[in-house]
Each structure stands twice: as structure tokens, then as C-alpha cells.
């Protein structure tokens, strides 16, 4: 890993605290209030508010995740740097269109 | 006390294999004196390497009973409870013949971490005074005792698992020289320890503060050169 990685790495996760924080107190207010998903779902819909709350999760996890995985892989299998890098880019170029369909399907349904 | 040590050394280069040898135990004993019994009294073709053997030299490290450490100021007594020695090479370094590994790499991630100071005055320029009780000072004292041994660098993970990985006494020297205010090539110095295999590679396992057998603490350090690499890349002052 090197000084612009680590920076990254660093941001994201500390862009990430407070939305873990958040996320979580959503869940807990979910649950603890019966909530369907038709409820949460008519709370979301449509609300820029949560698109931009989990669109900057969703990126932030995306970035964080895959630098992640590219120290594992380049540390642990005979890949080397470049190798790890392009698999890495790919998963979180996966988490990033997976987390942006799960937030349309909250949003825009 | 037993009467005799059992100890195992390793013999031979890498395919080499560990042979038992009965030493006599003795008050005061250190692991060095039963290496030096056994070259002296059984086997003159043991290689090692030693040389002050009072812990000011950091050339006899070798692993010992799993942990590295340095065999002249490592007494038995500490060590060798059960009477029973494993002695073998430094982890994480080629071994030449038996007890001795080649270094070279080591002393060579020195050079790349920019570990040589770089005067900032001439000869002829007037001394510059440095507060002993200033911050960058303290920094700077704190990690210079480093006896080049090599014991943080064969007990580190990290540098068992990421070859170009600098290893905590290059970075721990490099840190020292970016808190020494009369060095001039702090920049250099801080791109070097930026690159991939740099400090940023650190996990921070604590293997090297634990076993320092000068009680350094390299992952301080290191944690020192992450976050000033880090302000100095946000400033734009090194380039990746």
C-alpha cells in the first residue's frame, strides 16, 4: 500500500463511522417500531435524502472495501501488485453497482 | 541447575536440518557462550557471526527457542527453563551456512528508506543548536538506539509476507532522520517511505516492540512516518 492508498483507505473509514452509526439507528428504529417494508419503503421512495445518505455509503464501502482486498491479495496469493489491483477494481466496481441497485430499489420504486 | 544444556543448532544452508549437541551449563551463561562452546569444543566448522558481545555491535542475533533475539546479552537462565535450547538462523533473511543469514537486504532497505543523514550546513558553517527538550528532539531520541541486529526485522509479519516491505529498522531510522532538524532531505526521505513496501504496509502487530531488545518502539515509529507521509502528500509536497 502506498501514501495515496493508506489517505483513501483512512477517508473512507472515516467517512464511514458516523454513516455505520446512522445505519444502524435506522434498523434499530425499524424493528423496534414493527415497521413493514411496505412502511419503509413508503418513506423512501423518492427521497433524495436517503439516495445521497447511502449513495455516499454505498461509494465510501465501494473504495474502502477494494483497497482492502487488494492488501489481502497481495500479501496472501502469488499475485503481484497489478494483478491484485485490476481483481480489486473489479470487486468494487461489483459492490458499487450492487449497493446502487439495492438504493434505486429503495428510492425510485 | 542441570549439568548440561541440551541444544539444538541448525546446520547447513536452507535444506539444512537442526543436530543436538550437550553442553555444560554454567552460572551466568548466555546464549552466545554455548554457540562459542560448541564451535570451540565440538564442532570448529559451526558458522556464526559476534563480535562485542555486550550488546553495542547487533551482529549475533539468531532465533532462539521460536523468538529472535540477541544471543550475548540473552542469558540461558531466561530462555532455557526446561534445560533445552533451538538455535537457529534470523526469520526472514537467506541463510548462508548455519547459524549466519546474509543481511544484505536488510542493510539495502536501509538505502532505500533514505536512512543516511544528508547535511543541511558544511564544515565550515557554525554548529547548529538543537534543544535536547524540543519535540522533534524527543522523537528523534526516542528511536535512535537502534543496534542494526535485525531482531524487529526477523519478527515481523509483515516482512515475512510482502517482500519489497522496508521493515521497521529502516523506517524506524528514517523516522529518526525526518525528526533531526539539521537533515536536508526530508522530502526524499518521506517519497521513499510513501511507495508501495513503505510504512503505509505496516499492520502494526507490535512483533518488533515487543522483542527490541534495545526496548524501541519501530511501530511508534512507523506510525509517526504514516501520518506526517500523509500530510505531507495532502499538501501536495510528495507525488505518488
Not at chain 2, 558553517?125 to 542494526?148: F, V
Request: proline share 4%; charged share 20%.
Amino acid at each position: 500500500m502506498n501514501v495515496r492508498l493508506y489517505v483513501w483507505q483512512r477517508a473512507t473509514a472515516a467517512l464511514m463511522a458516523p454513516l455505520v452509526l446512522v445505519h444502524i439507528a435506522v434498523i434499530f428504529y425499524a424493528t423496534r417500531h414493527g415497521m413493514s417494508a411496505a412502511d419503509i419503503l413508503s418513506r423512501t421512495s423518492g427521497s433524495a435524502a436517503w439516495a445521497a445518505f447511502y449513495g455516499l455509503f454505498v461509494a465510501a464501502v465501494s473504495v474502502h472495501a477494494s483497497i482492502g482486498v487488494r492488501n489481502i491479495l497481495s500479501e496472501w496469493s502469488p499475485l503481484k501488485d497489478r494483478g491484485s489491483g485490476a481483481l480489486a477494481i473489479a470487486f468494487g466496481l461489483l459492490l458499487a453497482v450492487l449497493g446502487a441497485r439495492a438504493i434505486f430499489a429503495v428510492v425510485l420504486s | 541447575m542441570p549439568a548440561d544444556l541440551s541444544v539444538s543448532l541448525w546446520r547447513g544452508a536452507k535444506d539444512g536440518r537442526y543436530e543436538t549437541y550437550s553442553v555444560p551449563r554454567r552460572e551466568s551463561q548466555t546464549v552466545l557462550d554455548v554457540v562459542t562452546f560448541v564451535q570451540r569444543h565440538i564442532d570448529p566448522t559451526l558458522s556464526y557471526r559476534f563480535a562485542c558481545r555486550v550488546g553495542v555491535c547487533g551482529s549475533c542475533a539468531m532465533t532462539v527457542n521460536g523468538k529472535p533475539r540477541w544471543t550475548c546479552r540473552t542469558h540461558v537462565s531466561k530462555v532455557a527453563g526446561s534445560g533445552r535450547l533451538e538455535i537457529g538462523p534470523l526469520e526472514n533473511l537467506t541463510v548462508i551456512k548455519d547459524l549466519a543469514t546474509d543481511m544484505e537486504p536488510f542493510f539495502e532497505k536501509w538505502q532505500q528508506a533514505q536512512g543516511v543523514f544528508a547535511p543541511s550546513r558544511t564544515r565550515y558553517d557554525a554548529i547548529e543548536q538543537i534543544r535536547p527538550d524540543s519535540p522533534a528532539r524527543r522523537a528523534a531520541d526516542a528511536a535512535i538506539e537502534c543496534i542494526n541486529c535485525g531482531v524487529c526485522y526477523a519478527a515481523c509479519d509483515t516482512v515475512r509476507w510482502n517482500n519489497d516491505y522496508l521493515g521497521p529498522a529502516a523506517l524506524t531510522r528514517a523516522w529518526t532522520l525526518v525528526n533531526d532538524e539539521r537533515d536536508a532531505s526530508n522530502t526524499a526521505r518521506l517519497q521513499a517511505v510513501s511507495a508501495a513496501g513503505g510504512c503505509h504496509a505496516c499492520h502494526s502487530h507490535q512483533s518488533c516492540q515487543e522483542l527490541c531488545p534495545q526496548t524501541l518502539n519501530p511501530t511508534a515509529s512507523i506510525a509517526g512516518l504514516k501520518r506526517r507521509t500523509a500530510a505531507a502528500y495532502l499538501k501536495g509536497e510528495i507525488k505518488i
